[in-house]
């Protein structure tokens, strides 16, 4: 059975929170014309350890309840901003000061952007 995209997405998200990641944006580039995959999912975590935290707990959760693996895992060696690549998912998880200062949100603005709330 393949996972959809959306599941997958929800499992990223899932897993996030599972480690206190804050901040997450999941940006739907299923509309966009030409989109290198069909969901970003941005979000930040307060330091080094808790980002590469957040993108341990993405990888396990995913693997497990998905069977899925990443294609491609950068940034983990000094883990302020790492992406993960799932072909139709990708996924940056940031340091706070990393994230404000690339802000790739914005270079989407046509698509839509779910903001989803911490759960602190």
Same mark, same amino acid.
């Given at each position: 059975? %393949?996972? %959809?995209?959306k599941q997958l997405a929800d499992k990223i998200v899932e897993a996030i929170q599972e480690k206190k990641g804050s901040r997450i944006s999941v940006i739907d580039l299923d509309s966009i014309e030409g989109a #290198?995959? !069909?969901y970003f999912i941005v979000c930040q975590g307060n330091s080094p350890m808790q980002v590469e935290a957040i993108a341990d707990s993405v990888s396990d959760m995913v !693997? *497990?309840?998905l069977g899925e693996k990443p294609v491609k895992v #950068?940034?983990?060696e000094n883990a302020v901003w790492v992406a993960m690549d799932y072909t139709d998912v990708m996924v940056h998880v940031f340091v706070p000061e990393m994230r404000d200062y690339y802000s790739i949100e914005t270079l989407w603005s046509d698509a839509e952007i779910t *903001? #989803?709330?911490d759960l602190d």
């Open positions: 059975m %393949t996972n %959809t995209s #290198i995959c !069909r !693997r *497990e309840d #950068i940034g983990l *903001e #989803i709330a």
